[in-house]
């Protein structure tokens, strides 16, 4: 993906600047948020068993439910635990021809997963003996690590506590 540069870049960041001093409040000025968090995120899938495994048996996330899509008949809906009471969800659509994952508007870029140190190292080494690829720790960046699940979504664990980003407090 080409990536602006020179005066397009000046402008970008110039809009972003602007944008920041427009709507980013100091913590002490912003109201409340009107919800309690993450319910469950809902992602496709392409192949049910296929996905149980690999977030149940690679990543370590405990499946929680595995029920028939109240939307669409035959369709399974099922959760997986990702701790601190938040879920994540899948969908499946049988009889749909889905294309390949594709970075574009409204996908999901990436979920990015808080985890300790222990488990970060833990994961990393589950991902090696899989034989599966990975991004990071890299770039300068020594707390990321980078994946594609089997149906091409982005996943990243993130050794960082939830609420802060690079160490400095978000919430």
Do not use: W
Not at 10 to 16: C, L
Not at 117 to 126: C, G, I, Q, V, Y
Not at 130 to 156: A, C, K, Q
């Amino acid at each position: 993906m080409p990536q602006p540069a020179g005066a397009e870049l000046d402008a970008v960041r110039e809009r972003r600047r602007q944008l920041r001093d427009k709507y980013l409040r100091p913590a002490a000025d912003r109201s409340p948020t009107t919800v309690r968090g993450v319910h469950h995120l809902a992602l496709v899938c392409r192949d049910v068993e296929q996905t149980i495994r690999f977030y149940q048996d690679t990543l370590g996330f405990p499946l929680v439910e595995l029920v028939e899509n109240r939307d669409y008949a035959g369709s399974s809906h099922f959760f997986f635990d990702i701790g601190n009471g938040n879920l994540l969800g899948f969908f499946d659509f049988p009889g749909h021809d889905h294309r390949d994952y594709e970075e574009t508007i409204g996908a999901v870029q990436h979920l990015a997963l808080s985890t300790s140190p222990e488990e970060f190292d833990a994961a990393k080494a589950r991902l090696e003996a899989e034989g599966i690829d990975y991004l990071g720790p890299d770039r300068g960046v020594d707390n990321s690590l980078y994946i594609r699940d089997p149906n091409g979504v982005g996943i990243e664990f993130y050794r960082e506590e939830l609420g802060k980003f690079e160490g400095e407090p978000l919430l």
